[in-house]
């Protein structure tokens, strides 16, 4: 029996940097949410071997794919077992979504089930930290923050409910180069447990002044037009920000007023993906079709 795993998109509500660190990764505190939009893995079991396939054509198939990475990682540590990949791609690519960092996730769970493995949540995790700064955080998902590199995480036990859309602009981001343009600032005020608490009061004014990532400036001097955009949303009345190390832009939406409204607002060849905060979605809780995402 083949099985379904979901790789759901992430957004960072928070994301600070703490500093450069000396093995050349950044320091960091962000608080980071799973999203009702994924991509969609088929796992069948094969008597050995590694076949990866995809619906998207531009992906690297190869070893350098974060899939086939995390398939070896396991086939390196337990012999004798086989799989057939099938992604299918909805997460667009170097938009801050996470994309490939939660198919990689969506492996290391899906073959954990598929080949009876035992792993625990602390074993995949330690695993997840071997093929990316973000992918342990999707080994857990819902709502929680990441500290050190992207590795250390801290689940919070909350379920917020938000409807978010998603503003993808027509260019991607690579995050090692809006990490290095990342330039010391002075740290803001605002903490994570403050954004916290005001989504948890659904404090429309406190969420506005809560909303904060590092990243932002180092993107908007790569891509000024995003700053525009932001700048326009803002004047709206939107809560935007951008999500990790871009491309994209989210605006949480606090009333369905708000979603109409925001309609009008988006950017001739922005794609504006509408959907929800999720917990981790599994085969159980979601089923097999996809999930209900407005695009
Ligand atoms: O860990 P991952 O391979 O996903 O990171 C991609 C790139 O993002 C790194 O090569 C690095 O340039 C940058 N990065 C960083 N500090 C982090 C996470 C990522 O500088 N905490």
Excluded at 10 to 29: M, P, T, V, W
Excluded at 123 to 128: K, P, S, T
Excluded at 129 to 157: C, H, K, M, T, Y
Excluded at 162 to 173: D, E, H, S, T, Y
Aim: proline letters at 6%.
């Amino acid at each position: 029996m083949p099985l379904i795993e979901w790789a759901q998109a992430k957004i960072n509500l928070s994301l600070r940097i703490l500093g450069r660190r000396a093995d050349g990764y950044h320091q960091l505190e962000t608080l980071m949410q799973t999203l009702r939009f994924a991509d969609r893995l088929i796992l069948e079991e094969r008597p050995s071997g590694i076949e990866l396939c995809c619906d998207d054509v531009r992906l690297s198939l190869g070893p350098d794919n974060l899939v086939h990475q995390a398939a070896s990682l396991l086939t390196a540590a337990f012999p004798g077992h086989g799989v057939r990949i099938s992604l299918q791609k909805r997460i667009p690519w170097q938009a801050g979504l996470g994309g490939g960092s939660s198919d990689a996730a969506a492996t290391l769970r899906g073959l954990n089930r598929l080949w009876r493995l035992g792993l625990s949540l602390t074993q995949l995790i330690g695993l997840a930290a071997q093929l990316g700064s973000d992918v342990p955080f999707f080994v857990v998902g819902g709502l929680a923050v990441a500290r050190g590199r992207g590795e250390q995480i801290i689940p919070l036990n909350v379920h917020l409910d938000f409807a978010v859309a998603l503003l993808v602009p027509p260019f991607g981001l690579a995050t090692a180069d809006v990490y290095r343009a990342w330039r010391p600032v002075d740290q803001p005020t605002v903490i994570w447990s403050t954004l916290q608490q005001a989504l948890a009061d659904r404090d429309q004014r406190q969420i506005l002044n809560s909303l904060h990532n590092d990243l932002e400036q180092p993107a908007f001097a790569l891509r000024p037009e995003l700053a525009t955009v932001k700048h326009n949303l803002v004047l709206g009345g939107f809560p935007v920000l951008l999500s990790g190390s871009g491309s994209c832009l989210f605006v949480l939406l606090l009333t369905d007023a708000d979603a109409r409204r925001l309609h009008d607002l988006v950017p001739a060849g922005y794609q504006l993906i509408t959907t929800r905060f999720s917990p981790l979605l599994t085969e159980m809780s979601a089923g097999e079709d996809w999930p209900d995402t407005e695009i």
